[in-house]
């Protein structure tokens, strides 16, 4: 059974720390692009940033210098270091699983994990 799971999701203040996980399990996960994707309420779903097989990531503008994505092959899981959370931040946040970071440009993946929130608020 193909899964991915989110962790590390919670609530913090302005400007502190959180590190979101995504434990993959199922498939040959060296095998997969990974990206992060949040939706926050009354909003559409925002690709947050991807990461190739090799280990290079790209971000959007609004998490460049914030945010870092990274991925542990051997553990099988990815992760997301998100520093000076701000408001704006606040969403669910999912991970994919895909054929390439390009897929998720038009927001396709082969996997979705369910999601964590992540809420930033005083």
């Known amino acids: 059974e193909v899964q991915l799971v989110e962790s590390g999701g919670g609530l913090v203040q302005p400007g502190g720390s959180l590190r979101l996980s995504c434990a993959a399990s199922g498939f040959t996960f060296d095998d997969y692009a990974m990206s992060w994707v949040r939706q926050a309420p009354g909003k559409q779903r925002e690709l947050v940033g991807t990461i190739t097989t090799g280990g290079t990531a790209r971000y959007v503008d609004s998490v460049k210098g914030r945010f870092t994505i990274s991925r542990d092959n051997a553990k099988n899981t990815m992760y997301l270091q998100m520093n000076t959370l701000e408001p704006e931040d606040t969403a669910v946040y999912y991970c994919?699983?895909?054929?390439?970071?390009?897929?998720?440009?038009?927001?396709?993946?082969?996997?979705w994990g369910q999601g964590t929130q992540v809420t930033v608020s005083r």
């Open positions: 994919a699983a895909g054929p390439a970071v390009s897929a998720f440009d038009y927001g396709l993946a082969n996997y």
